[in-house]
């Protein structure tokens, strides 16, 4: 049997981290970006594009085509790929990779890239359970004698009194749902269903008013104001979103027969039999009603580094059946396509090229670095002095605006340490001691590699 071990892929999640104050692209009714809106600075023609392009997407006329941003670093080429994704709706998947993450030792390349791309897929399924639904009016716990402890007691059966405005069931459940009641401290007043197959037992919230209830002013549940309404036993409706990658891995899984996988990946590479019965299986949903695509957003950073290989398995995404919205981002002009001898723009093959729309984007203005910064320091909440502000504005100036937004943190616990209310251009003086830009680090390196050559 196969080991299955977890692989910590937290690339998107930082990526996201970086960028967590794009709300959207910031437009206005007619489709116009607003100057500074949704957590985005300028970057006009860009950002109308860019919303041109979500349009698209939501006629669904973007199939079999991809999106390139091109543009010389920190000009906001992830920003505007985070700003469609969140365009296009908060359950949105966003999945973001580099070029040269593909060169793993363990997986092929194009197992990466297909995993990221099923990530990036995601399916809403809705399912009809049969639930017992309603306001605890009564609960009486059975507590039994522990199997092998004397002195313990543990939750053997309880009767349980489920109201709504227009119902009222009493039932008794068996020790696995009574220990969940007492896990999850269910006392009158709760708001609670049951499924009735699974026995998961789930809290809402908590019903005001319900009598011989307690309530307390502190309380960290959710207060509803009403009773739920209609028959305690009914059939609810319950929608969860599935990534492509999830209900292969849960496939899998179930062919190792090793159960609850979900956020687990696997080492080894996933069968084409699980991905192809995982796409059937969707089909039948679709075909039924059940289920709904919920397109993501696949993100390719440096999309120069990848390879032959890789743009031809990317072609052919999309023009496959289930894809993800791509967005690919270089700042490299013509240039070798990897591990060949062919020049190309942007080193991407002209049949992957001629299916791209491209989106420039430009160097900020020293006033538009300073409004960014400034967004940024209100999403990390630190306190930015007027100098500190101009400091840090030459710096993403002069050096780049990545490098400017990453020094706010550092920066801030320098100044914390010296009592500083606000950051000074003391501390980050002392920040960019501490920490250097790519730029200056790459010097380094060479001349130390210099002085080791002699
Ligand atoms: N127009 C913009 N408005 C607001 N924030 C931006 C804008 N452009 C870039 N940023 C922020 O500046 C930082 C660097 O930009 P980034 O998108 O990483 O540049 P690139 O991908 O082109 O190298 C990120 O934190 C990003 O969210
Ligand atoms: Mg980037």
Request: aromatic letters at 6%; zero cysteines.
């Amino acid at each position: 049997m196969s080991e299955i071990r977890e692989i910590k892929s937290t690339r998107s999640e930082i990526v996201l981290s970086l960028h967590s104050h794009i709300r959207g692209l910031g437009l206005d009714s007619n489709m116009e970006p607003k100057p500074v809106a949704g957590g985005l600075v300028g970057q006009i023609e860009a950002r109308k594009a860019a919303g041109v392009v979500v349009d698209l997407i939501r006629q669904g006329k973007m199939t079999g085509k991809g999106i390139l941003f091109v543009g010389p670093p920190g000009t906001g080429k992830t920003a505007l790929a985070v700003a469609i994704a969140r365009e296009l709706g908060e359950d949105t998947p966003f999945v973001a990779i580099d070029g040269a993450e593909i060169y793993s030792a363990e997986i092929k390349k194009t197992e990466v890239l297909m995993r990221a791309v099923r990530k990036a897929i995601g399916v809403k399924v809705r399912e009809l359970r049969k639930v017992y639904e309603g306001v605890v009016k009564n609960i009486k716990i059975g507590f039994v004698k522990h199997p092998f402890n004397p002195y313990a007691r543990i939750p053997g059966e309880a009767r349980i009194t489920l109201e709504t405005k227009d119902d009222s069931i009493t039932i008794s459940v068996g020790e696995e749902i009574t220990s969940q009641l007492v896990q999850l401290r269910i006392k009158r007043g709760d708001h609670i269903w049951i499924d009735a197959e699974t026995g998961i037992v789930h809290k809402v919230g908590r019903v005001k008013g319900v009598e011989e209830a307690k309530y307390y002013d502190i309380d960290s549940t959710r207060i509803e104001e009403e009773m739920p309404s209609g028959p305690v036993k009914r059939d609810k409706e319950i929608v969860r979103v599935f990534t492509f990658n999830d209900l292969d891995l849960y496939v899998a899984s179930q062919r190792f027969s090793i159960t609850s996988l979900f956020g687990v990946e696997l080492e080894k590479e996933i069968d084409e039999d699980v991905r192809k019965s995982v796409n059937s299986m969707v089909k039948k949903w679709l075909e039924e009603g059940k289920g709904e695509i919920v397109p993501g957003v696949l993100f390719i950073d440096d999309a120069h580094l990848l390879d032959l290989e890789a743009f031809s398995f990317l072609t052919k995404v999309l023009e496959s059946e289930f894809s993800p919205i791509l967005i690919l981002a270089t700042n490299r002009g013509v240039t070798r396509i990897r591990g060949t001898d062919i020049e190309a723009p942007h080193g991407i093959p002209l049949d992957l090229l001629d299916r791209l729309l491209i989106i420039p984007v430009k160097p900020y203005t020293r006033e538009e670095i300073k409004q960014i910064i400034l967004i940024r320091a209100e999403e990390e909440e630190v306190q930015l002095s007027k100098e500190g502000l101009e400091r840090l504005a030459d710096i993403g100036a002069n050096h780049s605006l990545r490098y400017a937004v990453q020094l706010l943190r550092p920066a801030y616990i320098i100044a914390e340490r010296r009592k500083h209310q606000e950051i000074t251009p003391e501390d980050i003086e002392e920040a960019s001691k501490l920490f250097i830009d790519t730029k200056q680090s790459v010097k380094l390196i060479k001349q130390f590699e210099e002085q080791f050559m002699k």
